[in-house]
């Protein structure tokens, strides 16, 4: 079992929609989730990061965290083209790791005008 | 804040030959760098994970010898390819752990070296 699971998709969705993208994650000992939009040809950038239960929002983005069933989602409000990209999970052992990372394989997303 | 440069942005070199990646944390100082590599339509394959001052963790794999990493201080680690070959092409990210503030327990990444070996 891989220590964090996204699916690959890809994710169709019409411009104006919302887009749900979710991952679930191995380790209860998890601290800190993040996710990362990647373009293709580009590095990772970071969109949110979220390190307790329940939504935080930042513009279009709203990241959920529910560690008790171990998953962490992105929503992404009306959605544009230029959204159209892989989006990573990642999660951080925090206190007693802080240094260990885990990403997701990524999911594509295609928004189509 | 919690920018990270990389250079060079693209290079192509000889089969044979040397290559130095530099990373650099521009705002914040780095407890720890990582490097990756990717392939077209893959995903991130983490190489090596190093700290400032200390010798470079690398992933199952990499061979050491080939990926030389060094992390000379708290905002700058560079990866050197010896002796490159065409397989060694790829995208190599690099990102880095601050310990302070924003980039305290966040990973940021460099835009990426897009190495050709010919």
């Known amino acids: 079992q891989k220590e964090v699971e996204q699916n690959s998709g890809p994710l169709s969705v019409p411009e104006g929609a919302i887009a749900s993208l979710n991952c679930t994650y191995s380790?209860?000992?998890?601290?800190?989730f993040f996710w990362y939009r990647q373009y293709s040809g580009k590095s990772p950038e970071l969109i949110m990061s979220i390190y307790s239960n329940g939504d935080k929002e930042d513009g279009r983005f709203t990241a959920q965290l529910n560690k008790a069933s171990q998953y962490v989602s992105l929503l992404i409000r009306d959605s544009q083209p230029s959204d159209s990209a892989t989006y990573l999970c990642a999660v951080n052992m925090g206190l007693y790791n802080f240094n260990k990372f885990y990403f997701g394989s990524g999911t594509k997303l295609n928004v189509k005008p | 804040g919690a920018v990270v440069s990389q250079h060079p942005s693209r290079v192509i070199c000889k089969s044979g030959t040397s290559v130095k990646i530099e990373c650099r944390s521009l705002d914040f100082q780095a407890t720890t760098m990582f490097w990756y590599r990717q392939f077209p339509k893959q995903s991130l394959m983490l190489m090596a994970t190093s700290n400032e001052g200390s010798k470079a963790t690398y992933e199952q794999g990499v061979e050491k010898d080939k990926f030389l990493i060094n992390h000379a201080s708290l905002t700058l680690s560079t990866l050197t390819v010896t002796s490159a070959h065409p397989e060694d092409s790829s995208f190599y990210i690099c990102s880095a752990v601050g310990f302070s503030g924003g980039a305290r327990d966040t990973q940021y990444f460099g835009p990426g070296t897009r190495l050709t070996v010919l």
């Open positions: 380790d209860r000992g998890s601290q800190s």
